[in-house]
């Protein structure tokens, strides 16, 4: 868990990244904001003890976390959505619905998950988004593209939870792999992200 304002600290080597981007050889400038849970708390929802978020049958507070993030979005006019860990699984949550549409419309143009797991409550809606994807219901360019960063040395979410939830984003998903563990991709392995970005974006 954690304060808006801290993880836009944290973002500083992703926003360092993805500063230098063109569209159409005219420099374009992202601008990043965050927001704290409803919670008030640092954690988008709690579940038993003893349990973790790819474990768990249900979450206290994830529904007014959604409607927060997507309210957010919309009054803000966000093209891009990233999250971690927990962050990341709601991310996939709300990516999952606007593609969907069993949410809001909203102008999400990518979305970058860092850390992230199946979120076992919402394995229905992703499974859904899969399952569109792989009989040919749901057209490829519907898809939100997704970028995935995923360490081998995770010890917090499952490396295998991690390349689960990025199926369900296909054709459009990709995968960052990085050293660092259970955290954000360091400053050396940003490039790809800083592509990622500049080729979703418009």
Avoid at 25 to 33: C, D, E, G, I
Avoid at 132 to 143: A, I, K, L, M, T
Avoid at 144 to 173: K, M, Q, Y
Avoid at 196 to 202: L, P
């Amino acid at each position: 868990g954690g304060s808006a304002g801290a993880f836009l600290a944290r973002l500083s080597p992703v926003r360092s990244a993805t500063a230098a981007s063109y569209k159409d050889w005219r420099p374009t400038a992202f601008s990043y904001s965050a927001i704290d849970a409803p919670s008030g708390e640092g954690t988008w929802w709690t579940y038993p003890a003893g349990e973790r978020s790819f474990t768990a049958s249900s979450y206290e507070g994830a529904e007014e976390s959604i409607d927060a993030v997507e309210k957010a979005i919309v009054e803000g006019d966000f093209v891009g959505l990233l999250g971690f860990s927990q962050g990341a699984m709601l991310a996939a949550i709300v990516a999952a619905r606007a593609t969907l549409g069993e949410g809001p419309k909203l102008p999400l143009q990518f979305a970058i998950m860092c850390g992230g797991a199946m979120p076992n409550p919402y394995r229905p809606l992703l499974d859904r988004l899969r399952q569109r994807g792989e009989v040919g219901v749901q057209p490829p360019d519907s898809v939100l593209p997704t970028l995935h960063c995923i360490s081998e040395s995770d010890r917090v979410n499952p490396v295998e939870l991690g390349r689960e939830l990025a199926t369900c984003f296909a054709p459009h998903a990709e995968i960052l792999y990085h050293d660092a563990g259970h955290q954000l991709p360091p400053a050396n392995s940003l490039q790809p992200l800083a592509a990622f970005v500049d080729r979703w974006s418009q």
